[in-house]
Nanobody, 125 residues
Framework: QVQLVESGGGSVQSGGSLKLSCAASGVISTSHRIAWFRQAPGKEREAGASIYTDGSTYYVDSVKGRFTISRDSAKNTVYLQMNSLSLEAPAMYYC???????????????????WGQGTQVTVSS
């Protein structure tokens, strides 16, 4: 059974940084993708970044240059380093996993099979 557990959320001032962690237990598959999503209250879940088994990374335009997704395979953990955070409504950040190859886009939340419980991020002035 695959379980994803996020941590690292909290409160930060606008322009600050946070590093989120997604610890995975169990094996998704030899080839898989882990992604980070953000969801504000009343809003749809939005993709931010993903990382493939081979280390290839993908970002949506709004976070390019500010966020970095990485992995530590020995620890079975994926990270999301977030810099230059913008003032915005508090949101939950979720990590999600799916088996690859997959025909679906990497940024569609419905394309993922496994989800963590989320970690809250609040950016204030």
């Amino acid at each position: 059974q695959v379980q994803l557990v996020e941590s690292g959320g909290g409160s930060v001032q606008s322009g600050g940084s946070l590093k989120l962690s997604c610890a995975a237990s169990g094996v998704i598959s030899t080839s898989h993708r882990i992604a980070w999503f953000r969801q504000a209250p009343g809003k749809e879940r939005e993709a931010g970044a993903s990382i493939y088994t081979d280390g290839s990374t993908y970002y949506v335009d709004s976070v390019k240059g500010r966020f970095t997704i990485s992995r530590d395979s020995a620890k079975n953990t994926v990270y999301l380093q977030m810099n230059s955070l913008s003032l915005e409504a508090p949101a939950m950040y979720y990590c999600a996993g799916r088996r690859e190859p997959h025909l679906g886009s990497w940024y569609g939340p419905s394309k993922y099979d496994f989800w963590g419980q989320g970690t809250q991020v609040t950016v204030s002035s």
